[in-house]
């Protein structure tokens, strides 16, 4: 078997050789080198961790101890993790090495990581086309093979649609299920971190290490995560909204049916569930999550670190003109949208009416999955679109999210696998999402389905 040196070097010099996709925006060579060194004497030595010779690239919003973190963002220039997430130290107690930090959409707001302040990062299946977002840079380092396992994080599908977009395994965990403690908030009630792997068995094991309570977070589910119960579904629903949606590509439909009949075929009972809310979903998602960011992101101000304006004459000139110029358009068209929505005379309107809302759609998850093993339903409405597509409308973007941003909303666990391409060679993803809770049961059936 080959040594953790020799798979770090083959790494190192395959990113040399895809520079052109923009996909690390900084690479540890010589740390990663010392560490799989390390690593492999603990290896001959028989005291090696659970990961070991496992190498993980980092999304650019996860915390890492005297690395630099930015999440993409200018106004986070030459900031320094002073301490690293809960995630990223139990991966390294277990021996995991890490090469690297991957470009993402600014703050993690996006779907096709073309808002970084660092450029675009293209699709290893095709540089003409975007590897879908926030966390594409992970999804393309995985795709290019580049690392065995990249972190991601998933606010409303930010794993699982660049994962449908790169033909790569994308799991956004239960909320809770992995400590938040070090990864740059977006909106607190909606984000994970979860895994990227060229298949479920490499995201179970990431998963099995980084799961647990946390006393940094208090959000962290306390019960230990339970192993895999199921392995086969019996009973599986398919959200018939999804297949019936004018805005489906026809190639994807194609292979989502195609997926029902093998389930039919293997001998699943597979049935069509109605969800009257599908089309609330995005706009209840995009109030709740921009008012979360504008709280979240006011601690960026120019003043406790990163970027500040130069020419500034006091404190509300320092304010303003460093958010003005840290912050990229779609970061600053958040925020004021989520200081609208909060504002005096327009809460009950529109927060607390999504508010309401997003229980209604947990209510229906829930009862949904107590029904049913998985929720099936295609990852994205469209394989993987055009790098610099003229959008006049940024609304046209978010409409990527309608099948991803359930899972957010009501908190549960949910992967995406690849299941085919489409006519020009572009991955489909297929979305398998489980009850509150059931996360390794989740990935369990996931892989039995690809088997099939």
């Given at each position: 078997?080959?040594?953790?040196?020799?798979?770090?070097?083959?790494?190192?010099?395959?990113?040399?050789?895809?520079?052109?996709?923009?996909?690390?925006?900084?690479?540890?060579?010589?740390?990663?080198?010392?560490?799989?060194?390390?690593?492999?004497?603990?290896?001959?030595?028989?005291?090696?961790?659970?990961?070991?010779?496992?190498?993980?690239?980092?999304?650019?919003?996860?915390?890492?101890?005297?690395?630099?973190?930015?999440?993409?963002?200018?106004?986070?220039?030459?900031?320094?993790?002073?301490?690293?997430?809960?995630?990223?130290?139990?991966?390294?107690?277990?021996?995991?090495?890490?090469?690297?930090?991957?470009?993402?959409?600014?703050?993690?707001?996006?779907?096709?990581?073309?808002?970084?302040?660092?450029?675009?990062?293209?699709?290893?299946?095709?540089?003409?086309?975007?590897?879908?977002?926030?966390?594409?840079?992970?999804?393309?380092?995985?795709?290019?093979?580049?690392?065995?396992?990249?972190?991601?994080?998933?606010?409303?599908?930010?794993?699982?649609?660049?994962?449908?977009?790169?033909?790569?395994?994308?799991?956004?965990?239960?909320?809770?299920?992995?400590?938040?403690?070090?990864?740059?908030?977006?909106?607190?009630?909606?984000?994970?971190?979860?895994?990227?792997?060229?298949?479920?068995?490499?995201?179970?094991?990431?998963?099995?290490?980084?799961?647990?309570?946390d006393d940094f977070d208090a959000t962290a589910m306390q019960q230990p995560m339970a192993p895999a119960s199921k392995e086969a579904p019996k009973k599986v629903a398919y959200l018939k909204t999804a297949v019936d949606h004018p805005k489906v590509d026809a190639s994807i439909k194609k292979a989502f049916q195609a997926q029902l009949e093998l389930l039919e075929n293997a001998g699943c009972i597979v049935e069509p569930v109605e969800f009257d809310l599908l089309d609330a979903l995005v706009p209840v998602y995009y109030i709740l999550t921009t008012a979360e960011a504008?709280?979240?992101?006011?601690?960026?101000?120019?003043?406790?670190?990163?970027?500040?304006?130069?020419?500034?004459?006091?404190?509300?000139?320092?304010?303003?003109?460093?958010?003005?110029?840290?912050?990229?358009?779609?970061?600053?068209?958040?925020?004021?949208?989520?200081?609208?929505?909060?504002?005096?005379?327009?809460?009950?309107?529109?927060?607390?009416?999504?508010?309401?809302?997003?229980?209604?759609?947990?209510?229906?998850?829930?009862?949904?999955?107590?029904?049913?093993?998985?929720?099936?339903?295609?990852?994205?409405?469209?394989?993987?679109?055009?790098?610099?597509?003229?959008?006049?409308?940024?609304?046209?973007?978010?409409?990527?999210?309608?099948?991803?941003?359930?899972?957010?909303?009501?908190?549960?666990?949910?992967?995406?696998?690849?299941?085919?391409?489409?006519?020009?060679?572009?991955?489909?993803?297929?979305?398998?999402?489980?009850?509150?809770?059931?996360?390794?049961?989740?990935?369990?059936?996931?892989?039995?389905?690809?088997?099939?």
């Amino acid at each position: 078997m080959s040594s953790t040196a020799q798979a770090v070097e083959t790494f190192l010099s395959k990113i040399e050789q895809t520079k052109d996709l923009n996909i690390f925006l900084e690479v540890w060579a010589d740390e990663a080198r010392d560490k799989a060194q390390q690593v492999d004497e603990k290896i001959a030595q028989g005291t090696a961790g659970k990961l070991a010779g496992m190498v993980i690239a980092l999304k650019d919003n996860i915390c890492y101890r005297g690395h630099k973190v930015s999440a993409a963002s200018k106004i986070l220039e030459g900031f320094e993790s002073q301490f690293s997430a809960t995630a990223v130290e139990r991966l390294l107690a277990e021996d995991a090495v890490f090469i690297g930090r991957t470009n993402c959409d600014e703050f993690a707001m996006g779907s096709a990581n073309e808002n970084s302040a660092f450029g675009a990062v293209k699709n290893p299946v095709d540089p003409t086309k975007v590897p879908g977002g926030s966390s594409g840079g992970s999804a393309a380092a995985v795709a290019a093979g580049l690392c065995h396992v990249a972190l991601g994080s998933d606010t409303g599908g930010s794993i699982r649609q660049p994962a449908a977009f790169t033909g790569t395994v994308g799991f956004k965990p239960s909320y809770g299920r992995i400590s938040r403690h070090g990864l740059i908030a977006y909106a607190s009630s909606f984000d994970q971190i979860g895994p990227f792997a060229a298949n479920v068995a490499d995201a179970a094991k990431v998963m099995e290490v980084m799961a647990g309570a946390d006393d940094f977070d208090a959000t962290a589910m306390q019960q230990p995560m339970a192993p895999a119960s199921k392995e086969a579904p019996k009973k599986v629903a398919y959200l018939k909204t999804a297949v019936d949606h004018p805005k489906v590509d026809a190639s994807i439909k194609k292979a989502f049916q195609a997926q029902l009949e093998l389930l039919e075929n293997a001998g699943c009972i597979v049935e069509p569930v109605e969800f009257d809310l599908l089309d609330a979903l995005v706009p209840v998602y995009y109030i709740l999550t921009t008012a979360e960011a504008s709280s979240n992101l006011a601690r960026f101000d120019g003043v406790h670190a990163g970027f500040r304006a130069e020419d500034v004459s006091d404190l509300e000139s320092v304010y303003k003109k460093s958010r003005s110029a840290g912050f990229g358009k779609e970061v600053q068209r958040r925020i004021m949208l989520g200081t609208f929505v909060l504002s005096a005379g327009y809460y009950d309107a529109y927060f607390g009416k999504a508010q309401a809302v997003r229980r209604m759609v947990k209510e229906w998850t829930d009862k949904t999955l107590s029904e049913y093993d998985v929720l099936l339903c295609p990852t994205t409405p469209s394989t993987a679109f055009e790098l610099g597509r003229e959008v006049s409308d940024p609304t046209v973007n978010y409409l990527e999210d309608i099948f991803t941003v359930q899972a957010n909303i009501a908190g549960t666990p949910a992967v995406s696998i690849p299941i085919g391409v489409d006519p020009k060679g572009l991955p489909i993803g297929l979305q398998v999402m489980g009850a509150n809770g059931s996360d390794m049961d989740t990935l369990a059936i996931a892989a039995w389905i690809q088997k099939q």
